[in-house]
């Protein structure tokens, strides 16, 4: 449809003084033919703001261009109803203050952008939210501290809760637990856990309802309209709720595999939670015969901080064995407590009973590593160990041994890591294709929960989240620790990252207000992270659809199902905008309106490509806005230069690139194509999970299109880039120029 289009230009922040304004109104009204041109020199400033507002108040514009600073700037000032079609072009950090007051090339950057910007409202349309009716029924999964959390937090906001239990009675793990070590002032004593509480509170609440002896049988649908069956004996019975926690705890690791420690040689050697059960109820006495235990050594990171076992810290093993140690000393006075550490992890207050049991008489710590634990004739166990401070290797008897072992999320079991994580190695020790292919099948079927199911998803993309080489569920564990890969399901506590009960707590008060802005959001048709608030969405003209199943595989979070014919089946909930599904299609039937295959290519037919003779290359630079594209306007807020020959295109993510955009941007002249995404591996910090690692991937067709168009591969560059790096940001752009000029101006200027 014909836009109404209003084009405001501000002169302010030293616009004014670095461009010609009065060319960019030449370029709104001459070239596009803007029926509405302003210029103000404080266009963010009340009367500024009053302009706009006035010509859309009496119709006489529609859509509007704001051509003054970053679009991630004055964002509440320019805030308008989603029937208006805006855009804004960054005229202050991109152009004013990164390049030449009064240049030429200056000028002629200045120009461009707001030719791209005109473009794209005019390919824009109102965005029409999503409606439908949503429960904002909270369904809390798991009943240990931090699923009991969760729900009470949820509640006490005035939200319905179903908590489900798959065991008999609420508690989880800490209900094993006696006394708990101190969470508070003056953090020297023991302490109760609390728990008991906790339970008659959740159990007597009228907004909580609690199944306890209960497996979910299947999860269908999507955020605001998850129908989750459940089966506690009976007949499988159906609750919808609008968001899920899901805090379902975790195991320790299975000391089978530390037979190097001793276990299974002999009953004195034992875990921590097996050590649990036998302290705090009179003397500690060794397993094997009754008698009373005059040593107990306490064998430290036993599974944990191991290549060949568990990778991370658990994280809580230090402060169970400070506080074992302590019941030990309270329960016999005369027992002697060995720790044997490599490091003891005690962090903030906990430091302060640290100190007490370490200056406890009885208590001997020492830092070394265990080499063996042996059985003897007589009645001790012997241990050996090296390393220590004192440079020697020594043999300490005890009569009972207990084993710290880790913690493992019950997302996963012990032998999925390890098959996990050995596919990985392979995947990165870069052998054969057929062997590196087979080893990413054996990623994504371990990650989809093969056997480990807890919600059975009926998704597309597995039936539980998604998990990590050590089996957490895969988050954006750099911005928003709750999210995970499955919108409106929140992971909190020990299945999400390694922590003790009063972390848990913390964790599950996040989570549960994630899960209520969720239901909050979606009862309004907005994306929650990253593009929260968003209301646009995607359509499919499936007319045209082959059922290649791209859109299906690579989306990052599960939104996108299929017929029994392999046709896309759109679930509006799920999705979070990111656009990767668009850049995924070959066929380019996926868009939203307000972002499109169509509106990016207009943008690069838009900018002005010079003739060979003028001798001035052109260089489209596809950004994320996530960081790449925030890393730049630092760069320009520190006045930080760079060539002027680049003219940016921002991304929603690098996954939502069309490989077609590079083809077209050759194809009319453009000397060359940079993309600059968020890293991605391991440590990813992609806001969309695998968008940037896609687009990497999908590059490696561009090879195939420059061949055809018989161009240099080096005229396509990809970069990773951190939100912080706004100072390598520039170094790449004038050493990717430099590389152009080098190769010499593309051959098909000018066609």
């Given at each position: 449809m014909d836009r109404k289009l209003g084009v405001y230009i501000c002169s302010g922040c030293s616009i004014g003084e670095s461009i010609d304004v009065n060319r960019l109104v030449d370029v709104a009204q001459k070239e596009h033919k803007a029926p509405v041109c302003r210029t103000h020199p404080f266009l963010c400033g009340e009367e500024g703001?009053?302009?706009?507002?006035?010509?859309?108040?009496?119709?006489?514009?529609?859509?509007l261009v704001i051509a003054g600073c970053s679009p991630r700037t004055k964002t509440n000032a320019f805030s308008f109803d989603s029937q208006t079609v805006m855009d804004r072009v960054n005229l202050r950090e991109h152009v004013a203050w990164s390049h030449e007051p009064g240049n030429e090339d200056t000028q002629m950057l200045a120009e461009d952008c707001l030719r791209m910007g005109?473009?794209?409202?005019?390919?824009?349309?109102?965005?029409?939210?999503?409606?439908?009716?949503?429960?904002?029924?909270?369904?809390?999964?798991?009943?240990?501290?931090?699923?009991?959390?969760?729900?009470?937090?949820?509640?006490?906001a005035d939200y319905d809760v179903v908590l489900v239990e798959r065991q008999e009675q609420l508690g989880g793990s800490l209900a094993a637990v006696k006394k708990h070590f101190p969470t508070h002032p003056p953090y020297t004593g023991l302490q109760e856990t609390g728990l008991p509480e906790k339970i008659a509170k959740v159990t007597r609440h009228p907004r909580i309802k609690v199944y306890t002896a209960t497996r979910i049988v299947k999860t269908e649908g999507q955020p605001g309209m998850f129908d989750v069956t459940l089966q506690n004996g009976g007949q499988p019975f159906v609750h919808r709720a609008?968001?899920?926690?899901?805090?379902?705890?975790?195991?320790?690791?299975?000391?089978?595999?530390?037979?190097h420690l001793g276990y299974g040689s002999s009953p004195d050697v034992v875990t921590n939670d097996q050590f649990e059960a036998m302290i705090g109820g009179g003397p500690v006495v060794r397993p094997s015969d009754g008698k009373p235990a005059r040593s107990v050594l306490f064998i430290q990171c036993a599974g944990s901080r191991d290549k060949d076992h568990l990778p991370y810290c658990s994280s809580v093993?230090?402060?169970?064995?400070?506080?074992?140690?302590?019941?030990?000393?309270?329960?016999?006075?005369?027992t002697k407590v060995y720790i044997v550490y490599r490091d003891i992890i005690t962090t903030g207050q906990y430091e302060r009973y640290f100190a007490k049991v370490q200056n406890h008489p009885a208590?001997?710590?020492?830092?070394?590593?265990?080499?063996?634990?042996?059985?003897?004739?007589?009645?001790?166990?012997?241990v050996d160990v090296k390393n220590t401070l004192l440079d020697e290797d020594i043999t300490i008897p005890a009569d009972i041994v207990v084993l710290a072992t880790g913690l493992v999320p019950n997302a996963a079991d012990n032998d999925a890591i390890r098959d996990l994580r050995d596919a990985h190695a392979k995947v990165q020790r870069n052998e054969s294709e057929t062997q590196r292919a087979e080893a990413e099948k054996t990623v994504e079927r371990l990650r989809s929960h093969e056997g480990t199911e807890i919600l059975n998803l009926t998704y597309r993309?597995?039936?539980?989240?998604?998990?990590?080489?050590?089996?957490?569920?895969?988050?954006?564990?750099?911005?928003?620790?709750?999210?995970?890969?499955?919108?409106?399901?929140?992971?909190?506590?020990?299945?999400?990252?390694?922590?003790?009960?009063?972390?848990?707590?913390?964790?599950?008060?996040?989570?549960?207000?994630?899960a209520i802005q969720s239901v909050e959001m979606a009862s309004s048709g907005q994306a929650v992270h990253p593009r929260a608030g968003d209301l646009s969405y995607p359509s499919f003209l499936l007319q045209r659809c082959t059922q290649c199943k791209r859109c299906t595989v690579e989306c990052p979070f599960g939104s996108i199902d299929e017929d029994a014919k392999g046709t896309p089946k759109f679930n509006s909930y799920r999705c979070r905008r990111c656009g990767v599904c668009m850049g995924a299609c070959p066929e380019r039937i996926i868009s939203f309106k307000n972002y499109s295959v169509d509106m990016i290519a207009g943008m690069i037919k838009a900018i002005e490509v010079p003739e060979e003779e003028e001798e001035k290359l052109r260089v489209l630079l596809f950004m994320c806005e996530n960081d790449a594209y925030p890393?730049?306007?630092v760069a320009g807020m520190n006045h930080v230069a760079y060539d002027a020959s680049v003219r940016v295109i921002p991304l929603r993510c690098?996954?939502?690139?069309?490989?077609?955009?590079?083809?077209?941007?050759?194809?009319?002249?453009?000397?060359?194509v940079m993309l600059m995404g968020c890293k991605y591996g391991e440590d990813y910090q992609c806001h969309f999970a695998k968008g940037s690692e896609i687009a990497h991937r999908r590059l490696e067709n561009v090879k195939e299109t420059l061949q055809r168009l018989q161009l240099e591969s080096e005229r396509v560059e990809v970069s990773q880039i951190s939100i912080d790096q706004y100072k390598k940001v520039p170094e790449i752009i004038n050493a990717f120029m430099e590389r152009m000029r080098e190769l010499g101006p593309n051959p098909y200027k000018g066609f």
């Amino acid at each position: 449809m014909d836009r109404k289009l209003g084009v405001y230009i501000c002169s302010g922040c030293s616009i004014g003084e670095s461009i010609d304004v009065n060319r960019l109104v030449d370029v709104a009204q001459k070239e596009h033919k803007a029926p509405v041109c302003r210029t103000h020199p404080f266009l963010c400033g009340e009367e500024g703001l009053a302009a706009i507002r006035n010509d859309l108040a009496q119709g006489a514009i529609d859509s509007l261009v704001i051509a003054g600073c970053s679009p991630r700037t004055k964002t509440n000032a320019f805030s308008f109803d989603s029937q208006t079609v805006m855009d804004r072009v960054n005229l202050r950090e991109h152009v004013a203050w990164s390049h030449e007051p009064g240049n030429e090339d200056t000028q002629m950057l200045a120009e461009d952008c707001l030719r791209m910007g005109i473009v794209k409202v005019r390919k824009m349309e109102p965005l029409e939210p999503v409606s439908d009716a949503i429960s904002k029924t909270i369904l809390v999964v798991g009943g240990g501290v931090a699923g009991i959390t969760a729900a009470l937090e949820a509640a006490d906001a005035d939200y319905d809760v179903v908590l489900v239990e798959r065991q008999e009675q609420l508690g989880g793990s800490l209900a094993a637990v006696k006394k708990h070590f101190p969470t508070h002032p003056p953090y020297t004593g023991l302490q109760e856990t609390g728990l008991p509480e906790k339970i008659a509170k959740v159990t007597r609440h009228p907004r909580i309802k609690v199944y306890t002896a209960t497996r979910i049988v299947k999860t269908e649908g999507q955020p605001g309209m998850f129908d989750v069956t459940l089966q506690n004996g009976g007949q499988p019975f159906v609750h919808r709720a609008g968001a899920v926690v899901m805090a379902t705890g975790w195991k320790p690791y299975d000391a089978s595999k530390l037979a190097h420690l001793g276990y299974g040689s002999s009953p004195d050697v034992v875990t921590n939670d097996q050590f649990e059960a036998m302290i705090g109820g009179g003397p500690v006495v060794r397993p094997s015969d009754g008698k009373p235990a005059r040593s107990v050594l306490f064998i430290q990171c036993a599974g944990s901080r191991d290549k060949d076992h568990l990778p991370y810290c658990s994280s809580v093993c230090c402060m169970a064995t400070l506080k074992q140690a302590d019941v030990t000393h309270q329960t016999s006075p005369a027992t002697k407590v060995y720790i044997v550490y490599r490091d003891i992890i005690t962090t903030g207050q906990y430091e302060r009973y640290f100190a007490k049991v370490q200056n406890h008489p009885a208590t001997f710590l020492m830092k070394g590593d265990v080499v063996a634990v042996r059985t003897q004739s007589g009645e001790h166990l012997h241990v050996d160990v090296k390393n220590t401070l004192l440079d020697e290797d020594i043999t300490i008897p005890a009569d009972i041994v207990v084993l710290a072992t880790g913690l493992v999320p019950n997302a996963a079991d012990n032998d999925a890591i390890r098959d996990l994580r050995d596919a990985h190695a392979k995947v990165q020790r870069n052998e054969s294709e057929t062997q590196r292919a087979e080893a990413e099948k054996t990623v994504e079927r371990l990650r989809s929960h093969e056997g480990t199911e807890i919600l059975n998803l009926t998704y597309r993309q597995g039936p539980d989240l998604p998990i990590l080489r050590d089996g957490f569920p895969s988050s954006n564990f750099v911005c928003f620790p709750y999210e995970t890969l499955r919108t409106g399901i929140y992971a909190a506590g020990a299945v999400r990252a390694p922590m003790d009960s009063a972390g848990a707590e913390e964790d599950a008060l996040g989570a549960a207000m994630k899960a209520i802005q969720s239901v909050e959001m979606a009862s309004s048709g907005q994306a929650v992270h990253p593009r929260a608030g968003d209301l646009s969405y995607p359509s499919f003209l499936l007319q045209r659809c082959t059922q290649c199943k791209r859109c299906t595989v690579e989306c990052p979070f599960g939104s996108i199902d299929e017929d029994a014919k392999g046709t896309p089946k759109f679930n509006s909930y799920r999705c979070r905008r990111c656009g990767v599904c668009m850049g995924a299609c070959p066929e380019r039937i996926i868009s939203f309106k307000n972002y499109s295959v169509d509106m990016i290519a207009g943008m690069i037919k838009a900018i002005e490509v010079p003739e060979e003779e003028e001798e001035k290359l052109r260089v489209l630079l596809f950004m994320c806005e996530n960081d790449a594209y925030p890393a730049l306007d630092v760069a320009g807020m520190n006045h930080v230069a760079y060539d002027a020959s680049v003219r940016v295109i921002p991304l929603r993510c690098l996954g939502s690139m069309n490989i077609v955009w590079i083809a077209d941007a050759l194809s009319r002249g453009i000397d060359g194509v940079m993309l600059m995404g968020c890293k991605y591996g391991e440590d990813y910090q992609c806001h969309f999970a695998k968008g940037s690692e896609i687009a990497h991937r999908r590059l490696e067709n561009v090879k195939e299109t420059l061949q055809r168009l018989q161009l240099e591969s080096e005229r396509v560059e990809v970069s990773q880039i951190s939100i912080d790096q706004y100072k390598k940001v520039p170094e790449i752009i004038n050493a990717f120029m430099e590389r152009m000029r080098e190769l010499g101006p593309n051959p098909y200027k000018g066609f």
